[in-house]
């Protein structure tokens, strides 16, 4: 990957230690936007760890991907493997400020409305709930 990165004269810094969780949302914000342009992806829990320090996702409308980026309001989805509409996303976003914070507020708004640990826990105890009535024998 870094011989392709050189290669291609992209401006690609790689990681190569361990970051504490402690310090992710300050390196979320180090980069500004997170970009996704997975083929396939289940949820994809660093980007809605992004969207929850309010960095934007540009993702790829794959797998899960889409019931948590709403493109233009809380980030911008691109069809998978098409990387022409993955630079036209990324430089609308490095252009328009006004996009970007929109994006910005409302991915963390989004999240804590939705996958806060508060509101997991509230569904998963619904869902608890939920069983026990379906599943406890009546007397």
Request: with cysteine; proline share 6%; charged share 25%.
């Amino acid at each position: 990957m870094r011989n392709l990165a050189q290669r291609c004269r992209s401006n690609v810094t790689f990681l190569s230690k361990h970051v504490k969780h402690s310090m992710m949302p300050s390196l979320y914000k180090e980069y500004g936007y997170f970009v996704a342009p997975s083929r396939t992806e289940a949820q994809g829990v660093a980007m809605c760890e992004a969207m929850a320090c309010g960095v934007p996702p540009i993702a790829a409308r794959v797998g899960g991907i889409p019931d948590f980026v709403k493109d233009g309001i809380n980030g911008m989805l691109i069809p998978p493997e098409n990387p022409v509409a993955l630079r036209k996303a990324i430089k609308r976003l490095l252009v328009d400020d006004q996009l970007y914070a929109t994006l910005s507020v409302n991915g963390a708004k989004y999240m804590r409305a939705n996958l806060s640990h508060k509101e997991i826990y509230r569904k998963e105890h619904r869902i608890l709930r939920m069983c026990q009535e379906r599943f406890t024998p009546k007397s």
